[in-house]
């Protein structure tokens, strides 16, 4: 159910608010215990928000992987 959402996200071209849900569903991974699927999910959003200039969300992408 969430990948469609995200999917949905994309397609309507939201792409900042796609990156925010890469971040939120690596958050969910990792505190989960699922740290290859977190860390897939944080460096798409990291990526993203490079690509982006989203500062904010990239300085929590990195908080959340430094706590792997």
Known sequence: MIGKGMNI???LGVKPWFS?????LGEV???AGQKEK???NLKT?????????MEYWLGRT???L???
Request: glycine share 4%; proline share 0%.
């Open 45 to 53: 959003a990291e990526s993203m928000f490079q690509k982006t200039g």
């Open 20 to 24: 925010v849900s890469r971040l939120f």
């Open 66 to 68: 430094a706590e792997l």
């Open 9 to 11: 996200l994309d397609e």
């Open 38 to 40: 977190a860390l897939e």
């Open 29 to 31: 991974y990792a505190d």
């Open 62 to 64: 990195h908080d959340v």
